[in-house]
């Protein structure tokens, strides 16, 4: 697994430089055992940046203290005002000086080999944003179950994944340059719409529209999960591909996702040179087309639409060519097709 991966890789290089980006808020409970594991990466970071939005238990004594012996240097910083997970990580991963940036949760446990084997894949430069398997632990928790799971090592080109995919914080590294692309504040539109505002999924937003996105199979994050957890784990691969569409029933609020994430790109390429400028234009107009889809989807199974009318928004979906897969996360294939025509326009499943 993670250590015969490691024995295949080459010597680390020198002049890797990865920090390590953690968000605090009352983490007494586990966050010593997460520090330990840091501190035994077979690739030591450059530093560990930790941002804390307003402890009030003993949450900064225990970094302190780890401070005095770590391997590495130990930065802490803490918010004058509440900023919330999303902006918490974002401030600690600004705040970093390495190249590279690995979110770190609190409560988690990495492996020794995490950022030695996900350093790798940013020799190639266009690689903005590596993610890997995660294993879930815990009370109450199977053996075994995975979170995120990725089945092999994928490498996928701008706009070849889907943008409004993500995988989590803990198993992501980046490359820096993510977050000088734009301002972070752009993933808050003026309609107030949620679906970027979290730090993984903006990152991961960014990455497949700028950039290339690995994911990898190994587990190096063991995800706890426990009674005080603000997101829990659920099995399966956030990367999965566009056929996550697929068992979705609200293609039109999908369309309106879609749609406004386009929008966001339009307004950020006002501010950028080229080739920035190029790819943010070629994903606005490809999450365009992918409103477009979805929302041709929404008609297929709208109470009001006659057989007739429905007929016609199939056969304009085929005609466009929206299931035909051709490698780009835009298309929704077969199994979709299959199901759209079944459910949706026949109503098979309805009766």
């Known amino acids: 697994m993670s250590e015969s991966r490691l024995k295949e890789l080459p010597k680390a290089m020198n002049d ?30 450059l530093e560990l940046v930790v941002n804390d939005d307003g402890s009030t238990d003993k949450t900064i004594e225990i970094l302190e203290e780890f ?74 928790v199977a053996a075994g179950a995975k979170c995120p799971e990725y089945d092999k090592r994928r490498v996928f080109n701008p706009l070849t994944i889907y943008p409004l995919l993500s995988s989590y914080g803990f198993a992501m590294l980046i490359r820096k340059t993510l977050l000088t692309i734009t301002k972070n504040g752009s993933r808050v539109p003026s309609n107030a719409w949620e679906a970027l505002l979290a730090h993984d999924k903006w990152m991961w937003f960014l990455a497949s529209v700028f950039g290339k996105i690995v994911l990898l199979p190994e587990v190096l994050v063991l995800y706890r999960q426990h009674d005080s957890n603000l997101f829990g784990g659920e099995t399966g691969s956030a990367g999965a591909g566009i056929s996550k569409l697929g068992i979705k029933r609200n293609y039109e609020l999908q369309a309106i996702k879609e749609e406004r994430a386009g929008e966001i790109l339009k307004n950020i390429s006002l501010d950028l040179a080229d080739p920035w400028q190029a790819k943010a234009m070629a994903g606005a107009t490809f999450l365009a087309s992918c409103g477009i889809a979805n929302h041709r989807r929404s008609l297929l199974y709208a109470d009001h639409r006659t ?22 996360a835009t298309r929704l294939g077969l199994p979709a097709a299959l199901k759209d025509m079944v459910a949706g326009l026949f109503r098979i499943s309805r009766r």
Not at 317 to 324: A, D, F, P, Q, R
């Open 16 to 45: 890797i430089r990865i920090s390590i980006a953690m968000a605090t808020y009352n983490g007494g409970r586990f966050i010593a055992e997460q520090l330990a594991s840091l501190g035994k990466q077979t690739l030591l970071p």
């Open 67 to 140: 401070a005095k012996t770590s391997p590495f240097p130990v930065k802490i910083f803490r918010n004058e005002q509440r900023l919330g997970y999303a902006d918490n990580f974002l401030q600690a991963a600004s705040r970093c000086s390495g190249d590279l940036i690995a979110f770190c949760d609190q409560d988690d446990l990495w492996m020794s080999s995490k950022l030695e084997i996900c350093s790798r894949e940013f020799q190639d430069p266009d690689v903005l944003l590596c993610a890997h398997s995660g294993e879930l632990f815990g009370h109450g």
């Open 307 to 328: 057989f007739v009318q429905r007929l016609s928004d199939f056969l304009t979906l085929v005609k466009e060519g929206g299931y035909i897969t051709r490698r780009r």
